[in-house]
Protein backbone atom coordinates (compact mmCIF):
# COMPACT_ATOMS: atom_id res chain seq x y z
CA UNK A 1 0.00 0.00 0.00
CA UNK A 2 1.50 3.62 -1.21
CA UNK A 3 1.14 6.48 0.68
CA UNK A 4 -1.42 7.95 -1.32
CA UNK A 5 -4.12 4.88 -1.28
CA UNK A 6 -5.99 6.16 1.17
CA UNK A 7 -7.53 8.69 -1.26
CA UNK A 8 -8.13 5.99 -4.39
CA UNK A 9 -11.51 4.43 -4.27
CA UNK A 10 -11.29 0.43 -2.68
CA UNK A 11 -11.10 -2.29 -5.23
CA UNK A 12 -14.07 -4.89 -5.26
CA UNK A 13 -11.74 -7.28 -3.73
CA UNK A 14 -10.71 -5.13 -1.17
CA UNK A 15 -14.36 -4.61 -0.11
CA UNK A 16 -15.47 -8.20 -0.64
CA UNK A 17 -12.33 -8.84 2.36
CA UNK A 18 -13.65 -6.23 4.35
CA UNK A 19 -17.32 -7.54 4.23
CA UNK A 20 -15.41 -10.68 5.10
CA UNK A 21 -13.81 -9.72 7.80
CA UNK A 22 -16.85 -7.68 9.23
CA UNK A 23 -18.60 -11.07 9.12
CA UNK A 24 -15.99 -13.08 10.58
CA UNK A 25 -16.02 -10.33 13.45
CA UNK A 26 -19.79 -10.62 14.01
CA UNK A 27 -19.84 -14.56 14.18
CA UNK A 28 -17.09 -14.42 16.72
CA UNK A 29 -18.71 -12.11 19.15
CA UNK A 30 -22.15 -13.89 18.67
CA UNK A 31 -19.86 -17.40 19.94
CA UNK A 32 -18.32 -15.09 23.06
CA UNK A 33 -22.06 -14.86 23.65
CA UNK A 34 -22.31 -18.48 23.98
CA UNK A 35 -23.51 -18.76 20.60
CA UNK A 36 -22.61 -21.38 18.07
CA UNK A 37 -18.38 -21.82 16.70
CA UNK A 38 -17.85 -19.43 13.86
CA UNK A 39 -17.77 -20.62 10.74
CA UNK A 40 -14.35 -20.19 9.69
CA UNK A 41 -13.13 -22.09 12.66
CA UNK A 42 -15.39 -24.94 11.71
CA UNK A 43 -14.07 -25.58 8.70
CA UNK A 44 -10.58 -25.42 10.05
CA UNK A 45 -11.37 -28.15 12.87
CA UNK A 46 -14.07 -30.37 10.79
CA UNK A 47 -11.53 -30.22 7.67
CA UNK A 48 -8.96 -31.53 9.83
CA UNK A 49 -10.96 -34.19 11.40
CA UNK A 50 -11.90 -35.15 8.06
CA UNK A 51 -8.82 -35.61 6.48
CA UNK A 52 -9.41 -33.05 3.77
CA UNK A 53 -7.10 -30.51 5.16
CA UNK A 54 -3.75 -31.76 7.05
CA UNK A 55 -3.51 -32.31 11.05
CA UNK A 56 -2.11 -29.28 12.91
CA UNK A 57 0.06 -30.69 16.72
CA UNK A 58 1.59 -29.21 18.85
CA UNK A 59 3.58 -32.18 19.36
CA UNK A 60 7.01 -32.82 18.92
CA UNK A 61 7.93 -35.16 17.07
CA UNK A 62 9.21 -37.64 19.83
CA UNK A 63 5.27 -36.76 21.29
CA UNK A 64 4.00 -37.80 17.96
CA UNK A 65 6.27 -41.17 18.06
CA UNK A 66 4.75 -42.07 21.06
CA UNK A 67 1.08 -40.79 20.63
CA UNK A 68 0.89 -43.29 17.66
CA UNK A 69 2.51 -45.72 18.93
CA UNK A 70 -0.21 -45.62 21.33
CA UNK A 71 -3.40 -45.09 19.25
CA UNK A 72 -3.48 -41.43 19.28
CA UNK A 73 -4.41 -39.32 16.26
CA UNK A 74 -3.58 -35.54 16.59
CA UNK A 75 -6.60 -33.74 14.83
CA UNK A 76 -5.86 -30.09 15.29
CA UNK A 77 -4.14 -27.05 17.30
CA UNK A 78 -6.80 -25.66 19.38
CA UNK A 79 -7.01 -22.89 21.57
CA UNK A 80 -9.55 -20.30 23.54
CA UNK A 81 -9.37 -17.39 25.16
CA UNK A 82 -11.42 -14.70 27.80
CA UNK A 83 -9.64 -11.83 28.49
CA UNK A 84 -11.18 -10.74 31.95
CA UNK A 85 -12.07 -7.23 33.32
CA UNK A 86 -11.80 -7.75 37.18
CA UNK A 87 -14.27 -5.40 38.70
CA UNK A 88 -14.07 -6.40 42.54
CA UNK A 89 -11.96 -9.16 42.79
CA UNK A 90 -8.92 -9.84 40.87
CA UNK A 91 -8.16 -13.07 42.65
CA UNK A 92 -11.36 -14.93 42.26
CA UNK A 93 -11.58 -13.33 38.53
CA UNK A 94 -8.89 -16.56 37.84
CA UNK A 95 -11.25 -18.72 38.47
CA UNK A 96 -13.89 -17.22 36.47
CA UNK A 97 -11.03 -16.56 33.90
CA UNK A 98 -9.70 -20.13 33.01
CA UNK A 99 -13.12 -21.86 33.78
CA UNK A 100 -14.36 -19.93 30.60
CA UNK A 101 -11.15 -20.54 28.73
CA UNK A 102 -11.77 -24.42 29.47
CA UNK A 103 -15.39 -24.23 28.61
CA UNK A 104 -14.26 -22.79 24.77
CA UNK A 105 -11.32 -25.19 24.44
CA UNK A 106 -13.59 -27.84 24.65
CA UNK A 107 -16.24 -26.64 22.18
CA UNK A 108 -13.13 -26.55 20.06
CA UNK A 109 -12.32 -30.19 20.51
CA UNK A 110 -16.17 -31.37 20.52
CA UNK A 111 -16.82 -30.01 16.82
CA UNK A 112 -12.76 -31.90 15.58
CA UNK A 113 -14.55 -35.04 16.87
CA UNK A 114 -11.35 -35.38 19.69
CA UNK A 115 -11.43 -37.73 23.26
CA UNK A 116 -8.96 -35.31 24.57
CA UNK A 117 -6.58 -32.51 24.55
CA UNK A 118 -3.36 -33.09 25.03
CA UNK A 119 -0.48 -31.01 25.54
CA UNK A 120 -2.78 -27.92 27.00
CA UNK A 121 -0.38 -24.69 27.94
CA UNK A 122 -1.88 -21.99 30.58
CA UNK A 123 -0.75 -18.96 28.70
CA UNK A 124 -0.92 -15.13 29.24
CA UNK A 125 -0.72 -12.29 26.65
CA UNK A 126 0.19 -8.76 28.27
CA UNK A 127 -1.28 -6.40 26.77
CA UNK A 128 -1.80 -3.31 29.26
CA UNK A 129 -4.23 -2.48 31.03
CA UNK A 130 -3.14 -3.51 34.73
CA UNK A 131 -6.89 -4.60 35.52
CA UNK A 132 -7.49 -7.11 33.05
CA UNK A 133 -5.88 -10.09 32.22
CA UNK A 134 -6.08 -12.21 29.22
CA UNK A 135 -6.36 -16.37 29.91
CA UNK A 136 -5.18 -18.61 27.08
CA UNK A 137 -5.16 -22.33 26.72
CA UNK A 138 -3.60 -23.84 23.76
CA UNK A 139 -3.19 -27.60 22.92
CA UNK A 140 -3.45 -30.28 20.27
CA UNK A 141 -7.02 -32.06 19.87
CA UNK A 142 -6.55 -35.71 19.54
CA UNK A 143 -8.47 -38.99 18.62
CA UNK A 144 -8.17 -42.20 20.14
CA UNK A 145 -8.50 -45.00 17.44
CA UNK A 146 -11.59 -47.36 17.93
CA UNK A 147 -13.15 -44.75 20.20
CA UNK A 148 -16.51 -42.43 18.99
CA UNK A 149 -15.97 -39.31 19.58
CA UNK A 150 -16.26 -37.97 23.42
CA UNK A 151 -19.60 -35.76 23.90
CA UNK A 152 -16.81 -33.93 26.45
CA UNK A 153 -13.40 -34.13 25.79
CA UNK A 154 -11.34 -34.41 28.81
CA UNK A 155 -8.93 -31.49 28.58
CA UNK A 156 -4.80 -32.75 29.92
CA UNK A 157 -2.36 -29.52 30.77
CA UNK A 158 0.33 -32.51 30.41
CA UNK A 159 2.89 -32.93 27.50
CA UNK A 160 1.52 -36.02 25.34
CA UNK A 161 4.93 -37.97 26.85
CA UNK A 162 3.19 -38.11 29.99
CA UNK A 163 -0.12 -38.24 28.89
CA UNK A 164 0.92 -41.18 27.75
CA UNK A 165 2.94 -42.56 30.82
CA UNK A 166 -0.19 -41.62 32.81
CA UNK A 167 -2.90 -43.60 30.98
CA UNK A 168 -0.32 -46.67 31.03
CA UNK A 169 -0.55 -46.32 34.86
CA UNK A 170 -4.42 -46.16 34.82
CA UNK A 171 -4.59 -42.58 35.13
CA UNK A 172 -6.27 -39.87 33.29
CA UNK A 173 -5.46 -36.48 33.49
CA UNK A 174 -9.06 -34.83 32.86
CA UNK A 175 -8.40 -30.80 33.40
CA UNK A 176 -8.14 -27.59 35.33
CA UNK A 177 -8.61 -27.05 38.98
CA UNK A 178 -8.23 -23.47 40.48
CA UNK A 179 -8.68 -22.23 43.89
CA UNK A 180 -8.38 -18.76 44.58
CA UNK A 181 -8.83 -16.93 47.85
CA UNK A 182 -8.06 -13.22 49.37
CA UNK A 183 -8.72 -11.53 52.51
CA UNK A 184 -8.22 -8.22 54.18
CA UNK A 185 -7.07 -7.79 57.63
CA UNK A 186 -8.09 -4.17 59.06
CA UNK A 187 -5.10 -3.75 61.93
CA UNK A 188 -6.60 -1.33 63.58
CA UNK A 189 -4.61 -0.94 66.77
CA UNK A 190 -1.50 -1.48 64.46
CA UNK A 191 -0.28 -4.50 66.36
CA UNK A 192 0.81 -6.65 63.04
CA UNK A 193 3.74 -4.50 62.42
CA UNK A 194 5.10 -5.24 66.16
CA UNK A 195 8.09 -2.40 65.09
CA UNK A 196 8.98 -2.49 69.21
CA UNK A 197 9.20 -6.24 69.86
CA UNK A 198 12.01 -8.63 69.36
CA UNK A 199 11.86 -11.89 67.82
CA UNK A 200 8.28 -12.77 67.91
CA UNK A 201 5.87 -13.88 65.52
CA UNK A 202 3.28 -11.95 63.63
CA UNK A 203 0.01 -13.91 64.78
CA UNK A 204 -2.27 -11.41 63.11
CA UNK A 205 -0.42 -11.57 59.51
CA UNK A 206 0.40 -15.91 59.92
CA UNK A 207 -3.12 -16.25 60.55
CA UNK A 208 -4.20 -14.04 57.78
CA UNK A 209 -1.93 -16.38 55.31
CA UNK A 210 -3.20 -19.65 57.04
CA UNK A 211 -6.78 -18.65 56.73
CA UNK A 212 -6.29 -17.54 52.92
CA UNK A 213 -4.50 -20.68 52.00
CA UNK A 214 -6.73 -23.46 53.61
CA UNK A 215 -9.68 -21.60 51.82
CA UNK A 216 -7.88 -21.51 48.42
CA UNK A 217 -7.20 -24.86 48.58
CA UNK A 218 -10.47 -26.31 50.16
CA UNK A 219 -11.75 -24.15 46.88
CA UNK A 220 -9.50 -26.51 44.77
CA UNK A 221 -10.71 -29.39 45.99
CA UNK A 222 -14.40 -28.22 45.48
CA UNK A 223 -13.29 -27.01 42.39
CA UNK A 224 -11.81 -30.70 41.62
CA UNK A 225 -14.46 -32.67 42.79
CA UNK A 226 -16.46 -32.93 39.60
CA UNK A 227 -13.67 -33.22 36.94
CA UNK A 228 -11.90 -36.35 39.00
CA UNK A 229 -10.73 -37.90 42.21
CA UNK A 230 -7.35 -35.45 42.20
CA UNK A 231 -4.82 -33.36 41.36
CA UNK A 232 -1.22 -32.44 40.82
CA UNK A 233 1.16 -30.45 39.11
CA UNK A 234 0.05 -27.07 41.85
CA UNK A 235 0.60 -23.60 40.59
CA UNK A 236 0.94 -21.63 43.34
CA UNK A 237 0.38 -17.91 43.20
CA UNK A 238 0.59 -15.69 46.56
CA UNK A 239 1.19 -11.88 46.98
CA UNK A 240 0.32 -9.89 49.50
CA UNK A 241 0.56 -5.85 49.76
CA UNK A 242 -0.08 -3.29 52.64
CA UNK A 243 -2.04 -0.16 52.61
CA UNK A 244 -2.91 2.96 54.89
CA UNK A 245 -6.76 4.16 55.03
CA UNK A 246 -7.67 6.63 57.82
CA UNK A 247 -4.33 6.17 59.30
CA UNK A 248 -5.00 2.10 59.61
CA UNK A 249 -2.96 -0.42 58.14
CA UNK A 250 -4.50 -2.71 55.97
CA UNK A 251 -2.82 -6.05 54.47
CA UNK A 252 -4.71 -7.68 51.19
CA UNK A 253 -3.26 -11.47 51.02
CA UNK A 254 -4.29 -13.82 47.61
CA UNK A 255 -3.51 -17.39 46.44
CA UNK A 256 -4.00 -18.68 43.63
CA UNK A 257 -3.59 -22.48 42.92
CA UNK A 258 -4.30 -24.38 39.34
CA UNK A 259 -3.63 -27.83 39.35
CA UNK A 260 -4.11 -31.10 36.98
CA UNK A 261 -6.66 -32.70 37.73
CA UNK A 262 -6.71 -36.40 37.19
CA UNK A 263 -9.29 -39.24 37.61
CA UNK A 264 -6.75 -42.52 39.26
CA UNK A 265 -7.70 -45.67 39.87
CA UNK A 266 -6.23 -46.61 43.35
CA UNK A 267 -2.93 -49.05 43.53
CA UNK A 268 -2.37 -49.55 40.45
CA UNK A 269 1.93 -48.87 40.13
CA UNK A 270 3.52 -48.33 36.58
CA UNK A 271 3.71 -51.53 34.97
CA UNK A 272 7.15 -50.21 33.45
CA UNK A 273 10.44 -51.12 34.72
CA UNK A 274 12.77 -48.27 35.82
CA UNK A 275 16.58 -48.43 35.06
CA UNK A 276 18.75 -46.40 36.93
CA UNK A 277 20.87 -44.27 35.05
CA UNK A 278 24.09 -42.48 35.97
CA UNK A 279 24.18 -38.97 33.84
CA UNK A 280 28.06 -38.79 33.15
CA UNK A 281 27.22 -34.90 31.59
CA UNK A 282 28.19 -32.25 33.79
CA UNK A 283 25.58 -29.23 34.34
CA UNK A 284 21.81 -29.45 32.75
CA UNK A 285 21.10 -32.38 30.43
CA UNK A 286 17.79 -33.38 28.82
CA UNK A 287 17.74 -35.75 31.77
CA UNK A 288 18.18 -33.72 34.60
CA UNK A 289 16.44 -30.44 33.49
CA UNK A 290 12.96 -29.48 33.03
CA UNK A 291 11.27 -26.50 32.05
CA UNK A 292 7.82 -25.16 33.21
CA UNK A 293 4.63 -26.21 31.18
CA UNK A 294 2.80 -22.98 31.70
CA UNK A 295 3.49 -19.22 31.45
CA UNK A 296 0.93 -17.58 33.40
CA UNK A 297 1.90 -17.58 36.95
CA UNK A 298 5.44 -18.04 36.10
CA UNK A 299 6.38 -14.67 37.40
CA UNK A 300 6.28 -15.85 41.02
CA UNK A 301 7.07 -19.15 41.08
CA UNK A 302 9.84 -18.85 43.77
CA UNK A 303 6.95 -18.57 46.17
CA UNK A 304 5.53 -22.14 46.94
CA UNK A 305 2.33 -22.24 49.31
CA UNK A 306 2.88 -24.49 51.87
CA UNK B 1 41.00 -58.86 -8.41
CA UNK B 2 42.48 -58.48 -5.01
CA UNK B 3 41.94 -55.06 -4.43
CA UNK B 4 39.10 -53.26 -2.86
CA UNK B 5 38.53 -50.38 -3.70
CA UNK B 6 36.84 -48.28 -0.04
CA UNK B 7 33.20 -47.87 -0.63
CA UNK B 8 33.48 -44.34 0.24
CA UNK B 9 36.46 -43.86 -2.79
CA UNK B 10 33.97 -45.55 -5.10
CA UNK B 11 31.11 -42.92 -4.08
CA UNK B 12 33.69 -40.51 -5.38
CA UNK B 13 35.14 -42.06 -8.20
CA UNK B 14 31.52 -43.10 -9.25
CA UNK B 15 31.04 -39.07 -9.65
CA UNK B 16 27.53 -38.94 -9.68
CA UNK B 17 26.86 -36.99 -7.02
CA UNK B 18 28.94 -36.23 -4.33
CA UNK B 19 27.90 -36.45 -0.38
CA UNK B 20 29.92 -33.33 -0.04
CA UNK B 21 29.97 -29.81 -0.40
CA UNK B 22 31.52 -28.98 -3.55
CA UNK B 23 34.57 -27.58 -1.80
CA UNK B 24 35.02 -30.92 0.32
CA UNK B 25 33.88 -29.34 3.37
CA UNK B 26 30.93 -29.68 4.97
CA UNK B 27 29.61 -26.79 7.57
CA UNK B 28 26.45 -27.04 9.62
CA UNK B 29 25.25 -25.28 13.24
CA UNK B 30 24.47 -28.49 14.39
CA UNK B 31 25.77 -29.48 17.99
CA UNK B 32 27.30 -33.04 18.33
CA UNK B 33 24.43 -35.32 19.46
CA UNK B 34 22.45 -33.57 16.53
CA UNK B 35 25.65 -34.24 14.32
CA UNK B 36 25.58 -38.42 15.66
CA UNK B 37 21.49 -38.65 15.53
CA UNK B 38 20.82 -36.66 11.69
CA UNK B 39 23.80 -39.64 10.38
CA UNK B 40 21.84 -42.54 12.64
CA UNK B 41 18.83 -41.54 10.48
CA UNK B 42 20.60 -41.75 7.10
CA UNK B 43 21.36 -37.91 6.55
CA UNK B 44 25.04 -36.23 5.86
CA UNK B 45 25.01 -32.61 6.56
CA UNK B 46 26.43 -30.68 3.30
CA UNK B 47 26.33 -26.73 4.51
CA UNK B 48 24.74 -23.97 6.21
CA UNK B 49 22.29 -22.69 4.10
CA UNK B 50 21.01 -18.69 4.50
CA UNK B 51 18.71 -16.34 3.90
CA UNK B 52 18.04 -12.98 4.65
CA UNK B 53 15.53 -10.15 3.72
CA UNK B 54 15.62 -6.69 4.82
CA UNK B 55 12.39 -5.67 4.13
CA UNK B 56 10.51 -2.28 4.84
CA UNK B 57 7.58 -2.87 6.75
CA UNK B 58 4.55 -0.15 5.40
CA UNK B 59 2.72 1.80 7.67
CA UNK B 60 -0.51 1.03 8.71
CA UNK B 61 -2.86 2.18 12.07
CA UNK B 62 -5.87 0.70 13.24
CA UNK B 63 -9.23 2.42 14.21
CA UNK B 64 -8.77 3.11 17.48
CA UNK B 65 -11.72 1.33 18.84
CA UNK B 66 -11.59 -1.45 15.94
CA UNK B 67 -11.00 -4.99 15.83
CA UNK B 68 -9.05 -5.59 12.63
CA UNK B 69 -6.55 -7.61 11.14
CA UNK B 70 -3.65 -5.03 9.52
CA UNK B 71 -3.31 -6.76 6.40
CA UNK B 72 -0.26 -4.41 5.31
CA UNK B 73 1.42 -5.47 8.33
CA UNK B 74 0.80 -9.13 7.97
CA UNK B 75 1.52 -9.26 4.60
CA UNK B 76 5.03 -7.58 4.85
CA UNK B 77 5.67 -10.16 8.00
CA UNK B 78 4.61 -13.05 6.00
CA UNK B 79 6.24 -12.04 2.59
CA UNK B 80 9.41 -10.92 4.30
CA UNK B 81 10.27 -15.09 6.02
CA UNK B 82 9.09 -16.16 2.70
CA UNK B 83 11.77 -14.21 0.79
CA UNK B 84 14.08 -14.87 3.97
CA UNK B 85 13.12 -19.09 3.45
CA UNK B 86 12.96 -19.17 -0.50
CA UNK B 87 17.02 -17.58 -0.55
CA UNK B 88 17.90 -20.51 2.25
CA UNK B 89 16.42 -22.99 0.16
CA UNK B 90 17.71 -21.75 -3.34
CA UNK B 91 21.24 -22.12 -1.60
CA UNK B 92 20.26 -25.40 -0.23
CA UNK B 93 19.28 -26.54 -3.87
CA UNK B 94 22.14 -25.21 -5.79
CA UNK B 95 23.94 -27.28 -3.25
CA UNK B 96 22.55 -30.25 -4.21
CA UNK B 97 20.74 -30.95 -0.44
CA UNK B 98 17.93 -33.22 0.06
CA UNK B 99 16.46 -31.21 2.83
CA UNK B 100 17.06 -28.55 5.68
CA UNK B 101 17.48 -29.68 8.77
CA UNK B 102 17.15 -27.44 12.17
CA UNK B 103 15.84 -24.15 10.87
CA UNK B 104 16.05 -20.69 12.69
CA UNK B 105 14.07 -17.71 11.66
CA UNK B 106 14.87 -14.46 13.10
CA UNK B 107 13.86 -10.94 13.67
CA UNK B 108 15.75 -8.09 14.04
CA UNK B 109 14.94 -4.43 13.87
CA UNK B 110 17.94 -2.36 11.97
CA UNK B 111 18.66 0.34 14.62
CA UNK B 112 18.53 3.63 12.12
CA UNK B 113 14.93 2.95 10.95
CA UNK B 114 11.94 2.00 12.62
CA UNK B 115 10.38 0.59 9.43
CA UNK B 116 13.36 -1.76 8.75
CA UNK B 117 13.25 -5.80 9.84
CA UNK B 118 16.31 -8.27 9.29
CA UNK B 119 14.43 -11.38 8.57
CA UNK B 120 16.92 -14.25 9.11
CA UNK B 121 16.65 -18.18 8.16
CA UNK B 122 19.59 -20.33 8.50
CA UNK B 123 19.71 -24.05 8.37
CA UNK B 124 21.48 -26.96 7.60
CA UNK B 125 21.29 -28.63 4.66
CA UNK B 126 21.69 -32.43 4.68
CA UNK B 127 21.64 -34.91 1.62
CA UNK B 128 20.59 -38.85 2.02
CA UNK B 129 23.84 -40.94 2.68
CA UNK B 130 22.25 -43.64 -0.10
CA UNK B 131 21.08 -41.14 -2.34
CA UNK B 132 17.82 -41.41 -1.64
CA UNK B 133 15.90 -39.38 -3.68
CA UNK B 134 12.20 -40.23 -1.70
CA UNK B 135 12.52 -37.05 0.98
CA UNK B 136 12.47 -34.17 -1.16
CA UNK B 137 9.36 -31.93 -1.20
CA UNK B 138 6.28 -31.98 -3.36
CA UNK B 139 8.16 -29.69 -6.07
CA UNK B 140 11.36 -31.89 -6.44
CA UNK B 141 13.35 -29.58 -4.01
CA UNK B 142 14.78 -29.36 -0.64
CA UNK B 143 12.61 -30.17 1.92
CA UNK B 144 12.82 -27.63 4.90
CA UNK B 145 11.82 -28.33 8.69
CA UNK B 146 12.69 -26.14 11.94
CA UNK B 147 13.48 -29.57 13.75
CA UNK B 148 16.11 -30.04 15.60
CA UNK B 149 18.74 -33.25 14.77
CA UNK B 150 16.77 -35.07 17.61
CA UNK B 151 13.10 -33.97 16.29
CA UNK B 152 14.23 -35.12 13.22
CA UNK B 153 15.70 -38.78 13.98
CA UNK B 154 12.48 -38.66 16.13
CA UNK B 155 10.35 -38.10 13.38
CA UNK B 156 11.52 -40.50 10.87
CA UNK B 157 11.21 -43.80 13.36
CA UNK B 158 7.18 -42.04 13.97
CA UNK B 159 6.86 -43.32 10.28
CA UNK B 160 7.15 -39.50 8.69
CA UNK B 161 8.91 -37.45 6.53
CA UNK B 162 9.59 -33.50 6.82
CA UNK B 163 7.82 -31.68 3.93
CA UNK B 164 8.33 -27.96 3.78
CA UNK B 165 8.41 -25.53 6.99
CA UNK B 166 4.83 -24.00 7.36
CA UNK B 167 4.15 -20.75 8.38
CA UNK B 168 0.83 -18.74 8.83
CA UNK B 169 1.13 -14.78 10.23
CA UNK B 170 -1.43 -12.10 11.28
CA UNK B 171 -1.28 -8.57 12.49
CA UNK B 172 -3.89 -7.22 14.67
CA UNK B 173 -5.28 -4.56 16.06
CA UNK B 174 -6.70 -4.59 19.32
CA UNK B 175 -9.57 -2.01 19.85
CA UNK B 176 -9.39 0.24 22.64
CA UNK B 177 -12.38 0.33 25.06
CA UNK B 178 -13.99 3.45 24.62
CA UNK B 179 -13.38 6.23 27.90
CA UNK B 180 -16.33 5.76 29.19
CA UNK B 181 -16.54 1.81 28.77
CA UNK B 182 -14.91 1.03 32.26
CA UNK B 183 -18.30 2.81 34.30
CA UNK B 184 -20.69 -0.14 33.44
CA UNK B 185 -18.37 -2.32 34.63
CA UNK B 186 -16.94 -0.86 38.39
CA UNK B 187 -17.23 -3.38 40.68
CA UNK B 188 -18.39 -6.11 38.71
CA UNK B 189 -15.77 -8.91 36.68
CA UNK B 190 -16.60 -8.81 33.11
CA UNK B 191 -15.41 -10.59 30.03
CA UNK B 192 -13.82 -8.08 28.00
CA UNK B 193 -15.32 -9.48 24.94
CA UNK B 194 -13.52 -7.17 21.71
CA UNK B 195 -10.09 -8.03 23.56
CA UNK B 196 -11.08 -11.60 23.82
CA UNK B 197 -12.52 -11.98 20.24
CA UNK B 198 -9.34 -9.72 18.92
CA UNK B 199 -7.12 -12.67 20.62
CA UNK B 200 -8.99 -15.58 19.29
CA UNK B 201 -9.70 -14.20 15.71
CA UNK B 202 -5.95 -13.13 15.13
CA UNK B 203 -4.37 -16.53 16.37
CA UNK B 204 -7.29 -18.53 13.95
CA UNK B 205 -6.20 -16.65 11.15
CA UNK B 206 -2.65 -17.76 11.87
CA UNK B 207 -3.17 -21.29 12.38
CA UNK B 208 -5.59 -21.58 9.18
CA UNK B 209 -2.98 -19.90 6.68
CA UNK B 210 -0.68 -22.15 8.19
CA UNK B 211 -3.09 -25.23 7.57
CA UNK B 212 -3.75 -23.67 4.57
CA UNK B 213 0.55 -23.47 3.60
CA UNK B 214 0.00 -27.72 4.93
CA UNK B 215 -2.35 -28.44 2.46
CA UNK B 216 -0.63 -26.70 -1.04
CA UNK B 217 2.56 -28.72 0.36
CA UNK B 218 0.40 -31.93 -0.23
CA UNK B 219 0.81 -32.98 3.34
CA UNK B 220 -0.91 -35.07 6.15
CA UNK B 221 -0.02 -33.15 8.93
CA UNK B 222 1.87 -30.26 10.60
CA UNK B 223 3.88 -31.49 13.49
CA UNK B 224 5.59 -29.21 16.66
CA UNK B 225 3.05 -26.26 15.69
CA UNK B 226 4.15 -23.37 18.15
CA UNK B 227 2.31 -19.93 18.53
CA UNK B 228 3.99 -16.96 19.17
CA UNK B 229 2.84 -13.27 20.12
CA UNK B 230 4.70 -10.42 19.25
CA UNK B 231 5.07 -7.03 18.56
CA UNK B 232 8.05 -5.42 16.94
CA UNK B 233 8.30 -2.31 16.99
CA UNK B 234 4.94 -1.43 16.83
CA UNK B 235 1.83 0.59 18.56
CA UNK B 236 0.93 -0.52 22.09
CA UNK B 237 -2.47 -2.41 21.14
CA UNK B 238 -1.06 -4.22 17.56
CA UNK B 239 -0.01 -7.72 18.17
CA UNK B 240 1.62 -10.50 15.65
CA UNK B 241 0.39 -14.25 16.19
CA UNK B 242 2.72 -16.39 14.42
CA UNK B 243 1.96 -19.79 13.94
CA UNK B 244 4.63 -22.02 12.61
CA UNK B 245 5.16 -25.48 12.38
CA UNK B 246 6.79 -28.76 10.16
CA UNK B 247 4.39 -30.37 7.74
CA UNK B 248 4.78 -33.96 7.21
CA UNK B 249 4.06 -37.03 5.39
CA UNK B 250 4.09 -40.40 5.75
CA UNK B 251 7.13 -42.41 4.61
CA UNK B 252 7.29 -44.28 1.62
CA UNK B 253 7.35 -47.10 3.80
CA UNK B 254 5.58 -46.23 6.29
CA UNK B 255 6.24 -48.00 9.90
CA UNK B 256 3.23 -49.44 11.52
CA UNK B 257 2.39 -48.04 15.09
CA UNK B 258 3.16 -51.65 16.48
CA UNK B 259 6.60 -51.54 15.05
CA UNK B 260 7.35 -48.19 16.79
CA UNK B 261 9.69 -49.14 19.52
CA UNK B 262 8.95 -48.78 23.56
CA UNK B 263 11.12 -45.96 24.72
CA UNK B 264 12.71 -47.55 28.70
CA UNK B 265 12.01 -45.26 31.39
CA UNK B 266 15.30 -44.32 33.33
CA UNK B 267 15.88 -42.41 37.05
CA UNK B 268 18.78 -40.08 36.33
CA UNK B 269 20.55 -40.62 39.71
CA UNK B 270 23.00 -37.31 39.50
CA UNK B 271 22.53 -35.40 42.65
Same mark, same amino acid.
Given at each position: ?22 ? *? #? ?163 ? #? ?7 ? #? ?12 ? *? ?21 ? &? ?8 ? &? ?60 | ?37 ? +??? @? ?26 ? !? ?5 ? %? ?9 ? %? ?43 ? +? ?26 ? +???? %? ?10 ? +? ?5 ? @? ?35 ? @? ?26 ? !? ?22
Amino acid at each position: MGLFDIFKKPTPEALAARAAAEQ *R #NAEMQAFLQGGALPSAMRARLEGARAGTMPWTATLTPAELLIARSHGLRPIATVSATCWLHYGWSWTLGHSEGWTMALRRLKEEAYAAGANAVLDVKMRTIRLGGAISMDFTLIGTAVRVEGLEPSGDPIVATVPALEFVKLLEADVVPTGIAIGAHYEWLDDWN #NSARMAWYG #NIESPQLSGLWERV *RTRAHQDLRANARPQGNGVLAHV &NFSQSFEREQ &NNRKQYLARHIVAATTVDARRGVPLPHDVRIVVDLHAGGTPLTRTRPHHESYRFNESEGAI | MSMQIPAHAAERLKGLRSSMHSTGVFTSDFSVNEFLLV +RKA @GFEPIGLCVGSCVYHVGIQYGSWNKNQE !LEVLSKA %MYHARELATTR %MRAEATAMGADGIVGVKLTIKRLEWDEHLLEFIAIGTGVVHGDGH +RGFRAHDGGPFTSDLSGQDFWSLLHSGY +RPVE %MVMGSCVYHVAH +RGLFAGI @GTVGRNVELENFTSALYEAREIAIERMQFEASAAKAE @GVVGVDIHEGSHGWQTHVIEFFAIGTAV !LPLDQEITPEKIGEPIMVLSVND
